[in-house]
T-cell receptor, first 114, second 111 residues
Framework: AQSVTQLGSHVSVSEGALVLLRCNYSSSVPPYLFWYVQYPNQGLQLLLK??????LVKGINGFEAEFKKSETSFHLTKPSAHMSDAAEYFCAVSEHNQGGKLIFGQGTELSVKP | DAGVIQSPRHEVTEMGQEVTLRCKPI?????LFWYRQTMMRGLELLIYFNNNVPIDDSGMPEDRFSAKMPNASFSTLKIQPSEPRDSAVYFC?????????FGPGTRLTVT
């Protein structure tokens, strides 16, 4: 069965610093991979997705993620953190022919210090 | 597009009462998912439907929980009777092309 592991339940960076949120997955077949963001008191919003096209995926708000099959990773990065990036981030994996069902990681809370 | 619509946004009820949460998915989406989110357990998938048919309800915690999708534009999640441990935020999401779109959630408090 597929699974997702997000390393670090809480990450803190300074404004302007690099953001790196780690995600590793396990899947028996090439997966589709997603990053979602959740701002306080809101639902989850899709940041970006990998669906077997380019391995470097660009998303909204300056975020990007790179699919590395050899490392079974899909880490999320942003070169320069902004205060508005403070939120919870979820990595998710979907296998084909599962009706769009996603397996979510436990989430990483990102704090941005001024 | 209005996105996924959930109602009510907040619900406060007493233990033992019936609670019904409602969801209107995005038009054209053929999959619908119900999730529960708590601090202790994180985000949990309760049940999902494909073309209005329940596919996987293994996440439904117990028989007090039931979900229906009578047509492509409406789904309900019912808890009867409700208990304090059911207090959580309940999200509905609809999906097309493996992208899930979440509603704003219903914050349920059972006293």
């Amino acid at each position: 069965a597929q699974s997702v592991t997000q390393l670090g339940s809480h990450v803190s960076v300074s404004e302007g610093a690099l953001v790196l949120l780690r995600c590793n997955y396990s899947s028996s077949v090439p997966p589709y991979l997603f990053w979602y963001v959740q701002y306080p008191n809101q639902g989850l919003q899709l940041l970006l997705k990998y669906t077997s096209a380019a391995t470097l995926v660009k998303g909204i708000n300056g975020f990007e993620a790179e699919f590395k099959k050899s490392e079974t990773s899909f880490h999320l990065t942003k070169p320069s953190a902004h205060m508005s990036d403070a939120a919870e981030y979820f990595c998710a994996v979907s296998e084909h022919n599962q009706g769009g069902k996603l397996i979510f990681g436990q989430g990483t809370e990102l704090s941005v210090k001024p | 597009d209005a996105g996924v619509i959930q109602s009510p946004r907040h619900e406060v009820t007493e233990m033992g009462q019936e609670v019904t949460l409602r969801c209107k998915p995005i038009s054209g989406h053929n999959s619908l998912f119900w999730y529960r989110q708590t601090m202790m357990r994180g985000l949990e998938l309760l049940i999902y439907f494909n073309n209005n048919v329940p596919i996987d309800d293994s996440g439904m915690p117990e028989d007090r929980f039931s979900a229906k999708m009578p047509n492509a534009s409406f789904s309900t999640l019912k808890i009867q009777p409700s208990e304090p441990r059911d207090s959580a935020v309940y999200f509905c999401a609809s999906s097309a092309n493996y992208e899930q779109y979440f509603g704003p959630g219903t914050r349920l408090t059972v006293t």
